[in-house]
């Protein structure tokens, strides 16, 4: 959203440079910091709307700054990578970022994440305090009840600790038990995204939602693969 504040955590004075101008240009007030020790400080500080954060950075990596902020604080984290092996990208997600792109990226596809991703923070924002005062209605799918006010989720009383975006890819499942939804599609509905994006973030973001939430991920009774197709919740 325009005016939201925006955290630039990249080594590379170049490139640096030109995020902060493009992001300016979008309308969004820019932090930024060099390596990740003063990117860390810098979130504390600042309290950013979004964080977009290298993985090679000096002083302390970008895997390393991403677990603290997620431990301290809820700001959506979009990884910079210039690997390109898969398990690479995987561990940005596995530590708690929301999403990564890859080194050399189109500024156009980074502009339109960050877009989504503020998009959806907005969203969620809002399903937190509707316009009507009243809070938003818990509801139960199978085991779970899940409260969209809170960003709870609960199994027979007991708290399930999930991410911001585990939660809100269980919410949308669990909202439409029995529909199958393709990878495309859930890139769509829950990360924003208005064009084809790496399907790998939704597969890995279920794999972790599995081990949260199913007695046994490796066969899952909740969460189902069909295969050819995409995923669904089955309560």
């Known amino acids: 959203m325009v005016g939201s504040k925006v955290l630039v955590v990249e080594d590379d004075p170049t490139l640096?440079?030109?995020?902060?101008?493009?992001?300016?240009?979008?309308?969004?007030?820019?932090?930024?910091?060099?390596?990740?020790?003063?990117?860390?400080?810098?979130?504390?500080?600042?309290?950013?709307?979004?964080?977009?954060?290298?993985?090679?950075l000096p002083k302390m990596d970008?895997?390393?700054?991403?677990?603290?902020?997620?431990?301290?604080?809820?700001?959506?984290?979009?990884?910079?990578?210039?690997?390109?092996?898969?398990?690479?990208?995987?561990?940005?997600?596995?530590?708690?970022?929301?999403?990564?792109?890859?080194?050399?990226?189109?500024m156009r596809e980074l502009m339109a994440r960050v877009r989504a991703m503020l998009r959806r923070t907005e969203m969620m924002k809002r399903e937190t305090v509707p316009?009507?005062?009243?809070?938003?209605?818990?509801?139960?799918?199978?085991?779970?009840e899940i409260d969209a006010a809170r960003?709870?989720?609960?199994?027979?009383?007991?708290?399930?600790?999930?991410?911001?975006?585990?939660?809100?890819?269980?919410?949308?499942?669990a909202r439409n038990q029995g529909q199958v939804f393709s990878r495309d599609r859930l890139l769509e509905k829950v990360w924003g995204y208005d064009f084809v994006g790496d399907t790998r973030t939704v597969d890995v973001h279920v794999s972790w939602l599995r081990h949260k939430i199913e007695a046994d991920p490796a066969?899952?009774?909740?969460?189902?693969?069909?295969?050819?197709v995409g995923y669904k919740f089955e309560a």
Do not use: W
């Not at 979008?26 to 979004?50: I, N, Q, W």
């Not at 700054?65 to 979009?78: A, G, H, K, N, S």
């Not at 970022?97 to 050399?104: E, F, I, L, N, S």
């Open 16 to 56: 640096l440079d030109v995020l902060q101008y493009n992001l300016a240009r979008e309308g969004y007030g820019v932090l930024t910091a060099a390596d990740g020790a003063e990117g860390l400080e810098t979130a504390r500080s600042g309290k950013p709307d979004l964080v977009i954060l290298d993985v090679m």
């Open 62 to 106: 970008g895997y390393e700054v991403c677990r603290i902020m997620r431990r301290e604080m809820t700001v959506p984290i979009l990884m910079l990578t210039a690997k390109t092996e898969e398990t690479d990208r995987v561990v940005g997600l596995e530590v708690g970022a929301d999403d990564y792109v890859t080194k050399p990226f189109s």
């Open 131 to 144: 316009s009507t005062g009243a809070p938003v209605p818990c509801f139960k799918a199978g085991d779970f």
């Open 151 to 173: 960003h709870r989720v609960s199994r027979g009383g007991v708290a399930v600790e999930l991410s911001r975006m585990e939660f809100a890819l269980l919410e949308f499942l």
């Open 219 to 228: 066969h899952p009774r909740y969460l189902v693969t069909v295969r050819g």
